[in-house]
């Protein structure tokens, strides 16, 4: 059974229900699954997972939520070879840089040496029933990259 670890920050909530929905998702595919707040993890706490999903807001204008940058710096600096990651995120598309913190950790996990499991989805504020299909697969995208 793989392991799949998704941490996620969030302000409103909007974040924490995107994270829920694909963790949810892997879960029903059969995946052992850590949720967490990304202020009570580690990077480091990657290198024991077989799937990676960062979720994070974007704030202002196209800024890391404060919580997430030691985490996001951390991650740049871990060898993650042979692991699978995915990035999802919410932000507000009357922002130029709409959802930028996705942007951000795709880069960031692109210098691990994971590979990447799934395009990266990036909903307007809350996740509507279009948003809860893609990020469900997503989750599936990721799961079907371990087999």
């Known amino acids: 059974m793989a392991l799949a670890k998704v941490v ?7 974040t924490e229900e995107i994270a829920d929905i694909v963790a949810d998702k892997l879960k029903d595919l059969g995946h052992l699954v850590d949720v967490d707040e990304c202020t009570a ?30 985490f996001y710096e951390d991650l740049q600096d871990l060898d993650l070879t042979g692991k699978v990651y995915g990035v999802v995120g919410s932000g507000d598309t009357f922002y130029d840089d709409f959802c930028k913190a996705v942007d951000d950790f795709e ?13 990266s989805v990036k909903v307007d504020l809350a996740a509507e029933d279009e948003d809860i299909e893609k990020l469900e697969a997503f989750a599936q995208t990721l799961s079907d990259q371990l087999n």
Do not use: C, H, Q, W
């Not at 580690?42 to 202002?60: H, K, L, N, Q, R």
């Open 107 to 119: 880069e960031a996990f692109a210098k691990t040496g994971a590979s990447k499991g799934a395009d």
């Open 8 to 14: 996620y920050a969030s302000m409103t909530g909007n």
């Open 41 to 70: 993890v580690d990077a480091s706490d990657f290198e024991d997972a077989d799937i990676m999903v960062v979720a994070s807001y974007t704030y202002g204008d196209g800024e890391l939520p404060d919580e997430i940058v030691d």
